[in-house]
């Protein structure tokens, strides 16, 4: 009889933690959806949550300079030593004309290596050395 | 332009010692604060211009206070008081006394300070928030319970701005010479009974 009581005495009270707990809890809720705020104060809040933001916006500021750098490098790199390769068939052509280095290509030996191509043609591969640099 | 205006009369004192008149724009009604208010959980806020005018008779008779590092609130340093406020265009402005008597550093250091560096904060109490999961919260109640002078750079709107007035002042301070510029039939009736405190709710249609 006094096990039962116990017993029973145990459950009930089980049940009044559980249903303490349930009330804090939607006492909880109520609150953060009920749209009441305390107290707000039109200063900048000095904490944790700012300077953790500071310090990302830090991280990512040091990786765009970073990057700007790494491009700015590469643009000086590309403007200080421009292409010089040429397609393998107007590499052929100038070379049946005498032309075999294209670091300095005189303007006559030029003309003389085209010579035997039509106006289109020497204008298609004079454009293809401007773009590689070759010619000015 | 609609404004709002109330205030609270003072008995007027010639050279009061310690009245110091202040002026200055406490909020932007209907505009996001450029940053996060103490106390909103990382949101920006909008206190609506419905909740800003039904608040200003909180406002009236509210201290101001100032925090050492002119960086936020500090309840316990009161050092002057709101007698006015108004709502004009988009802002709150509140005009009133520092006692300057008492808070003698206080007020050199506005006086001496760099030019249009200062700004002001609310301290609100009871405010209600229309949506809590919105990314910027809109205040459409609140009550007033205190504003505080700052650095600009500190305070959550950026069009807020402060400054004193004459060195001594005689009765309701910088607004009250504002006021008496506008022509008798534009403005409110004015407040005449000394010795009594009185509000007087600007009447919008006069107003515009």
């Excluded at chain 2, 109490?125 to 600009?152: E, P």
Aim: hydrophobic share 45%; net charge neutral; proline share 3%.
């Amino acid at each position: 009889m006094e096990i039962e009581a116990n017993n029973i005495f145990d459950k009930l009270n089980a049940a009044v933690t559980l249903l303490e707990r349930t009330v804090a809890s939607l006492e909880q809720r109520e609150a953060l959806t009920s749209g009441d705020v305390q107290r707000i104060v039109a200063a900048v809040e000095h904490g944790a949550e700012v300077s953790q933001r500071e310090v990302e916006l830090e991280r990512k500021l040091a990786a765009a300079e970073d990057q700007i750098a790494e491009l700015r490098a590469q643009a000086a790199k590309i403007s200080a030593s421009p292409r010089k390769t040429l397609p393998a068939a107007t590499t052929q052509l100038l070379a049946k004309g005498g032309i075999t280095s294209l670091e300095s290509i005189e303007a006559g030996a030029l003309d003389a290596a085209l010579a035997g191509l039509s106006l289109e043609q020497r204008i298609a591969v004079k454009a293809q050395l401007i773009r590689a640099g070759t010619l000015a | 332009m609609r404004l709002e205006a109330l205030a609270v009369a003072l008995p007027e004192v010639a050279g009061h010692p310690n009245r110091v008149p202040f002026e200055g724009v406490l909020t932007l009604v209907d505009e996001a604060s450029n940053r996060p208010p103490s106390g909103a959980r990382g949101h920006r806020v909008i206190l609506t211009r419905a909740a800003a005018i039904a608040a200003l008779p909180s406002l009236l008779g509210m201290a101001v206070d100032y925090a050492p590092g002119w960086d936020g609130h500090d309840a316990r340093r009161k050092c002057g008081i709101i007698t006015q406020a108004d709502v004009e265009g988009n802002r709150l402005e509140v005009s009133g006394y520092l006692f300057g008597k008492d808070f003698p550093e206080v007020e050199a250091r506005l006086r001496d300070g760099e030019v249009d560096t200062m700004g002001m904060s609310y301290e609100l109490a009871d405010a209600h928030v229309a949506d809590m999961n919105a990314t910027v919260w809109s205040l459409t109640r609140a009550t007033f319970t205190g504003a505080a002078i700052l650095l600009r750079e500190k305070a959550a709107y950026k069009g807020t701005s402060f400054r004193l007035g004459a060195k001594r002042c005689r009765t309701m301070g910088l607004a009250a010479t504002a006021r008496q510029e506008r022509k008798p039939a534009e403005r409110p009736g004015r407040i005449l009974r000394h010795n009594h405190r009185q509000t007087e709710i600007g009447k919008e249609a006069q107003w515009r």
